[in-house]
């Protein structure tokens, strides 16, 4: 499976939403994009600039480089919820 920044940094913010019990549509509200494009990012299908990047590790409270680390492998989990 391939393991891109997109797909690492989707699955972080997907970790870090559920973690805090936030919908796709909670998170797109907090970070202040729409749903669309909160599932988009959650799947790893969004390319974002590093000045957002930074934008929403401070939104959610993390360093930047947290949402770009590498998962463990039994983290990795493709299906995005609503």
């Known amino acids: 499976m391939e393991n ?3 797909r690492r940094m989707g ?3 997907r970790r870090i939403r559920r973690a ?3 919908s796709q549509e909670g998170l797109a509200e907090q970070l202040g994009f729409s749903r669309s494009f909160a599932q988009a990012l959650d799947s790893g299908r969004k390319n974002v600039s590093l000045d957002k990047l930074e934008e929403y590790a401070s939104k959610l409270g993390v360093d930047p480089l947290e949402l770009l680390q ?3 492998d039994a983290d990795l ?3 995005a919820d609503k």
């Open 70 to 72: 590498e998962p463990a």
């Open 11 to 13: 699955h972080n913010i």
């Open 4 to 6: 891109s920044l997109k």
């Open 77 to 79: 989990d493709p299906v």
């Open 20 to 22: 805090r019990g936030l």
